[in-house]
């Protein structure tokens, strides 16, 4: 598998998360057992583990730790037009 993105957080694994555009939703699939957390502008964390989340708006990925307990540098920001 190629990365496209990659991370220097020891929270993360070779392939922790895949991003895909598919039938016109992008979504964020977590491929590991340490989970993706992901946080929509002004909403909570969302935890996955080996599960998918459709992407809207703008947030905040995080791999390990929720978004919260995360620095900035270490936190990956999207947004979906």
Same mark, same amino acid.
């Given at each position: !598998?190629?990365?496209?993105?990659?991370?220097?957080?020891?929270? &993360? $694994?070779? $392939?922790?998360? &895949?991003?895909?555009?598919?039938?016109?939703?992008?979504?964020?699939?977590?491929?590991?057992? /340490?989970?993706?957390? %992901? /946080? &929509?502008? +002004?909403?909570?964390?969302?935890?996955?583990?080996?599960?998918?989340? !459709?992407?809207?708006?703008?947030?905040?990925? $995080?791999?390990? &730790?929720?978004?919260?307990?995360?620095?900035? +540098?270490?936190? !990956?920001?999207? %947004?979906?037009?």
């Amino acid at each position: !598998m190629q990365s496209d993105l990659l991370c220097q957080t020891e929270l &993360a $694994s070779r $392939s922790n998360a &895949a991003i895909d555009f598919h039938r016109g939703k992008i979504l964020l699939t977590n491929q590991n057992s /340490k989970g993706t957390y %992901v /946080k &929509a502008d +002004g909403g909570e964390n969302n935890f996955l583990r080996r599960q998918e989340l !459709m992407l809207w708006g703008g947030g905040f990925i $995080s791999l390990g &730790a929720e978004v919260s307990e995360q620095e900035e +540098g270490q936190l !990956m920001r999207y %947004v979906c037009e």
